[in-house]
């Protein structure tokens, strides 16, 4: 065989192995569209029951629990009415003062009352919570909970509404509520135990 011969056999060969790696090349991005398709899935998977507007945002509510669980510590009656599991886009102040445009969370809606005949001060402010999926924060969103006022006058309740942002309500079925005691005043004598309770969220 002539050298013109077992060039052009060779220059074949080339390309078609080069067309043969491009070939298997090209499921690639199919597999990058895959995983992005997953997320948004996944993302979207929680139906929307309730959307709000309002200046801090929008927020989205998937899931709703009510007339949950009540407690005494105390002189203090702390009844659990309701938990929203939901997400919310925030704009303005809100989103430049937590440094988030998207985040989901835990809303719990308490009434809390002062059952007797003097001046109490209940921190519920500081109260923390634990959800069944490893999360654990320490304190409410300050800017997306209701205003805290810890000082009860005698036979004082107040609703209040705290704010939890956590990484995801995917699978939150149980929530620990940990809750400073109640005292005669700010550094003063305490007047009930320190509360922890689970509230369990079922349809």
Known sequence: MNKIGLYGMF????FVTACSDTTESDPQPDAEEGTEAGVEESSESMEVMEETETEEGTFSIYERYQDLTSYEDGPMSISVNQVN???????????????????????VEMEIENTSGDAVYFPYGET????????????????????????????????VQLLFPVE??????EVVVTMNGPSTEVG????????QFTVELAS
Do not use: C, R, W
């Open 85 to 107: 599991l939901g997400s919310a886009e925030l704009v303005g102040f809100v989103a430049a003062t937590t440094g988030e445009e998207q985040i989901e969370y835990v809303e």
């Open 168 to 173: 995801s309500v995917q699978g939150l079925n």
């Open 128 to 159: 923390s919570v634990e959800t069944n999926t490893g999360e654990s924060i320490e304190t409410p969103s300050i800017v997306l909970s209701d205003e805290i006022d810890p000082d009860f006058a005698a036979g004082d309740a107040k609703t």
């Open 188 to 195: 003063g004598d305490q007047v009930g135990e320190d509360l």
């Open 11 to 14: 220059v074949t060969f080339l």
